[in-house]
């Protein structure tokens, strides 16, 4: 009798709501028809390489669904391929686990710094399936990223209660979003809050036209302003670093921007700024109904990839279509905002200001 397959599952990189939806969605789907067994990996791959795993049964994926952060933990510094601040290779060490445990397969649930690493494991010889999270949207291949929806949704909420108080006062607010280098949650989050001024670091601002558009809304009696603002935007040449990481493969932490903005904004108009940086709240909290949906069609489109034995892919949304596309096409470039894009051009229309 042929031996049932056996898939080790594991989270990487920075968590976001959803996983949990695909960890589940992956057992659920090998469970189904017993097509396959899973071994959870703990904390991403430093899990791999330590050896440190959880066969999952039915019950520790039941009632997981709507559940935030990941059951299995993750990691964003445990590279196997450069591990530690000495960025040492370790991946060997990886692969005996791998082997050890008998697995077929393994899902690598993470964005691109997991894909870089899934796709040097998948030519060690471990065949490996992608699925693709993380709140900035920025893999290219797919339309949208587990988690992006729902931090775009707390940061809409955020936007909102923050109306009020803008209102109140007669204050320009600014509200500070996550996205790295990309500016897909806060023109997202923008839009939906009916934001003023959007900046994102793929359309680049001058301070003097973001001026000008406070000013004038001060002029038509407009006595507030909100603005939603990416922490990956420059000013000037400059990004706005909040912390350097050693032994990290993101060796910069972005987040401050919004106050040197604030203090220019007070400066060149008198008006009275006050800046909210959102930060890992954004990462937190149930999914979307969106990001639940996502997650349990690319759990199960990530098994079905395994039992038909086509690796080296990472699941996909093209539209309302779920598909496959290999890993690296997915982290080739990153996936950027597009000044022509609709969403831009939409909110360009309904007066946004994006400051150029
Ligand atoms: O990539 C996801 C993300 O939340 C970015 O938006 C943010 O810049 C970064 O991770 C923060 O990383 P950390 O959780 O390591 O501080």
């Avoid at 009632?63 to 960025?87: H, M, Q, S, V």
């Avoid at 910069?252 to 400066?267: D, F, K, P, T, W």
Wanted: proline letters at 3%.
């Amino acid at each position: 009798m042929e031996r049932k397959k056996r898939i080790g599952v594991l989270t990487a990189g920075g968590d976001c709501p959803g996983l949990n939806a695909a960890i589940r969605a992956v057992a659920k789907a090998a469970f189904f028809e017993e097509r396959a067994e899973v071994m959870g990996i703990k904390d991403g791959f430093d899990g791999l390489i330590h050896d440190r795993t959880k066969k999952l049964e039915w019950e520790d994926v039941s009632g997981i669904l709507t559940l935030g952060g990941t059951i299995l933990g993750t990691n964003n510094r445990a590279d196997p391929f450069a591990y530690g601040e000495e960025k040492k290779d370790v991946s060997q060490k990886a692969l005996d686990t791998f082997h050890k445990l008998e697995l077929d397969a393994l899902v690598c649930i993470g964005g691109d710094g997991t894909f870089a690493v899934g796709h040097k494991l998948q030519q060690s010889g471990i065949p490996v399936v992608g699925i693709p999270k993380t709140i900035d949207n920025d893999l290219e291949q797919t339309d949208y990223t587990i988690g992006f929806d729902s931090a775009v949704a707390v940061a809409t909420d955020s936007v909102d209660k923050i109306h009020t108080t803008a209102e109140s006062h007669h204050r320009v607010m600014i509200v500070e979003v996550m996205g790295r280098y990309v500016g897909w949650l806060a023109l997202h989050a923008g839009v939906a809050g009916g934001a003023d001024v959007i900046l994102i670091p793929e359309i680049p601002f001058e301070m003097n036209k973001v001026c000008e558009e406070l000013k004038k809304r001060s002029k038509l009696g407009k006595r507030f302003s909100i603005m939603v603002v990416a922490e990956g935007v420059r000013l000037g040449k400059d990004l706005v670093i909040k912390r350097e990481v050693k032994d990290s493969a993101e060796p910069i932490r972005l987040g401050g921007v919004s106050y040197r903005l604030a203090e220019q904004i007070e400066q060149l108009t008198g008006l009275e700024t006050r800046v909210t940086v959102l930060g890992h709240v954004q990462r937190g909290g149930t999914p979307t109904p969106f990001d639940r949906v996502l997650a349990t069609q690319f759990g199960k489109k990530a098994v079905d990839l395994i039992v038909a034995e086509e690796f080296g892919r990472m699941v996909s949304l093209q539209g309302t279509k779920i598909t496959s596309v290999p890993i690296q096409s997915a982290i080739a470039k990153q996936k950027r905002v597009t000044p022509d894009l609709a969403l831009v051009q939409s909110a360009r229309a309904v007066g946004t200001c994006f400051g150029d």
